[in-house]
C-alpha cells in the first residue's frame, strides 16, 4: 500500500452511492455545494444492482405472465405462452446497466465529484480511500454516511451450500426451481413467493407465526385467500428445527402451530431474514459514535449523529429499511447542511409490496386505531364492483378506509389489488394532510377507473357506496350529507 503524501480537503462528502447517497449528492449539488461521492461498487447501491430494481424485474414479468389467460380472452396471444428465464436475466441486466448509466450521468452533469474506493475513518473530521494499492486521505466540514445495511443468516439456517439463498440471490439463478421454499413474512419474501408461483415454481411459505403478514388484518386475509387460491402453501412455523442439503435437494424441519413437527422437502430454500447495518468496516464506532442495541446509527429530525461533523441516512439509521426512506433523509440532510429547515416525518411511510396482486399500507390499522382508544368507523369496498377492475379482469381486492368517526379525519388507507402502488402517493398525500371523509367524497373521479374505488370506500363509511351491497342508513348520518 502506498500511502499519499497529500491530504485532501472537502466540504461534503457522502460514503455510499445508492438511492440516499446519490438522491443527497445532487441535491447537494442544486443547492451550491460542493460534494464528493464515494462507492466502493457499482453506482446505485444494493437497490439497483441486486435488489429493489432486480425484484421488481421479475414481479413486473410474473404479473404479466399472469395475465395471459385474460389476454386469451381479448383474442391477444395463441397457443401456449413459454416463460423464457433466460430473456428475463438478459432484460434484468439491460434495466439495470441502464439505470446506473443514467445515475452515473447524473453525477457528471451535476459536477459531483466520484471517487471509487472503501473509505474508513481516520477521526471525526478525516476519513481514508483505499483503492487497490493507492490510499488517500480526505478532511472534511461535513459527512454523509450512506453504506446501507445487508443481510444476515442466523446460525440454524447455515447450510453453506448452493440450495440455501439469500434475497439477492435468487435472482441470480439460471433455472426456475421446481419447489421454492421460503423463510420469512417481510414484504421482499411475499414477493418473491407470489413472482416465482406465477413464473411456475411450486412455493411453501414458512411463516413467522409469532409476526405473520406485516399489513392490516383484512389485507392478511385476503392474502391468504390468494394464496391458497394460487395453491402457494403456507406454514406457520413456532420452531425451526433443522436444515438439510443435498445435491439435489434442500429440507426443512420445523414445528408448526398445530405443535406437531413437520419436513419439508424442496429444490431451493431462500431466507430473507434480518438486516445490519453497513457500519463496521467504517471503524467509526471507536469514535463513540451513538448507536442502538442492534447498532443503527442515532441521528435527530436533521440526520446529524452524536458527532455534528457527521450525518447517516437509510438503512444505516433506526427505522424502517426501505430506500424511500433513505432518499427522504438524503435530501434533507443536505438541505440542513446547506442552511435550510426540512422536515423528516416518516408517519406515514407507506409499507407496499409488489406481490400479485400488489398491496399497500398508510397510516393507522383498523386494530392499531382502536388501541388508540379512537372511535373508529371502517368501510371496505371490493374491486369487484368496480367497472374498469372487471374490464381489466383484475377484480381480487379491496380498498379498506379507517376513520375517526368524532372528527372524520382519515386514519388509515389499505388497498390490495391492481393499482394499489400507483395509489399509494395519493393515500400519503390524503393522510398528510389530515382530509376528512369530506375531502376524499367532493371530487369527481374519472369513470371508468380504478380511482373510483377509494371514492366508494369513503362513501361506505356511512352507507353511501353505490356499487356495494345495501347499507341502511342512519338518520344520524344522513344529517351530515
Same mark, same amino acid.
Given at each position: ?31 451550491? =455545494?460542493?460534494?464528493? =461521492? ?91 480511500? *483505499? ?27 447455515? $447450510? ?6 439469500? !434475497? ?8 426456475? %426451481? ?32 409469532? *409476526?405473520?403478514? %406485516? ?5 392478511? #386475509? ?40 413437520? #419436513? ?56 424502517? =429499511? ?21 422536515? $423528516? ?49 383484475? #377484480?381480487?381486492?379491496?380498498?379498506? $378506509? ?15 389489488? *391492481? ?23 367532493? %371530487? ?25 351491497? %345495501?347499507?341502511?342508513?342512519? #338518520?344520524?348520518?344522513? =344529517? !351530515?350529507?
Amino acid at each position: 500500500m502506498v500511502v499519499g503524501e497529500i491530504i485532501q480537503e472537502r466540504d461534503l462528502i457522502i460514503i455510499g452511492g445508492g438511492p440516499g447517497g446519490y438522491s443527497a449528492a445532487i441535491r447537494g449539488a442544486q443547492l451550491g =455545494l460542493s460534494v464528493t =461521492l464515494i462507492e466502493q461498487a457499482d453506482m446505485g447501491g444494493v437497490c439497483l444492482n441486486k435488489g429493489c430494481i432486480p425484484s421488481k424485474v421479475f414481479t413486473h414479468a410474473a404479473s404479466k405472465l399472469s395475465d395471459t389467460a385474460h389476454l386469451r380472452d381479448i383474442g391477444i396471444g395463441s397457443g401456449d405462452e413459454v416463460f423464457n428465464l433466460k430473456k428475463l436475466l438478459s432484460y434484468k441486466t439491460t434495466v439495470i446497466d441502464r439505470l446506473r448509466s443514467g445515475v452515473e450521468s447524473l453525477c457528471k452533469e451535476n459536477k459531483i465529484e466520484v471517487i471509487l474506493g472503501k473509505a474508513t475513518f481516520l477521526g471525526i473530521d478525516r476519513i481514508g480511500v *483505499e483503492n487497490g494499492h493507492q490510499f488517500d486521505i480526505y478532511v472534511f466540514k461535513q459527512v454523509i454516511i450512506a453504506t446501507g445495511s445487508s443481510q444476515e443468516t442466523p446460525s440454524e439456517l447455515l $447450510v453453506n451450500g448452493k440450495r440455501t439463498l439469500l !434475497s439477492h440471490e435468487i435472482f441470480e439463478l439460471e433455472e426456475v %426451481p421446481e419447489h421454492l421454499i421460503v423463510k420469512g413474512h417481510d414484504y421482499i419474501s411475499l414477493e418473491i413467493a407470489s413472482s416465482f408461483a406465477a413464473l411456475g415454481a411450486k412455493v411453501t411459505i414458512l411463516l413467522d407465526n409469532k *409476526e405473520g403478514y %406485516p399489513f392490516d388484518e383484512s389485507i392478511n #386475509k385476503e392474502l391468504n385467500r390468494l394464496f391458497k387460491k394460487r395453491k402457494i402453501n403456507v406454514i406457520k412455523v413456532v420452531e425451526l428445527i433443522s436444515t438439510n442439503e443435498t445435491e439435489d435437494a434442500i429440507s426443512v424441519t420445523c414445528i408448526n402451530d398445530k405443535n406437531s413437527e413437520e #419436513k419439508i422437502i424442496g429444490s431451493y430454500l431462500l431466507f430473507s431474514g434480518n438486516r445490519k447495518a453497513n457500519i463496521e468496516p467504517l471503524g467509526i464506532s471507536r469514535f463513540k459514535i451513538e448507536q442502538t442495541d442492534a447498532g443503527f446509527i442515532k441521528v435527530d429530525k436533521n440526520m446529524q449523529s452524536s458527532i455534528l461533523s457527521i450525518y447517516a441516512i437509510g438503512d444505516v439509521t433506526e427505522g424502517p =429499511l426501505l430506500a424511500v426512506k433513505a432518499i427522504k433523509q438524503g435530501k434533507a440532510a443536505v438541505e440542513y447542511i446547506a442552511g435550510g429547515k426540512p422536515e $423528516v416525518d416518516l408517519t406515514f411511510l407507506p409499507i407496499v409490496a409488489h406481490t400479485i396482486p400488489p398491496i399497500v399500507c398508510v397510516g393507522l390499522t383498523e386494530q392499531k386505531a382502536r388501541d388508540s382508544g379512537m372511535e373508529v368507523r371502517v368501510s371496505q369496498f371490493p374491486l369487484g364492483g368496480n367497472g374498469y377492475a372487471t374490464i381489466t379482469s383484475k #377484480k381480487d381486492g379491496f380498498i379498506k $378506509v379507517v376513520s375517526d368517526s368524532t372528527t372524520d379525519i382519515i386514519a388509515g388507507i389499505h388497498m390490495i389489488g *391492481e393499482g394499489a402502488i400507483d395509489m399509494s402517493g395519493s393515500f400519503v398525500q390524503l393522510l398528510e394532510m389530515a382530509a376528512k371523509e369530506e375531502d376524499i367524497k367532493f %371530487p369527481a373521479y374519472a369513470h371508468p377507473g380504478l380511482n373510483e374505488g377509494l371514492l366508494e370506500a369513503v362513501e361506505g363509511l356511512i352507507g353511501q357506496a353505490i356499487h356495494a351491497g %345495501p347499507i341502511k342508513i342512519r #338518520k344520524i348520518d344522513l =344529517l !351530515s350529507i
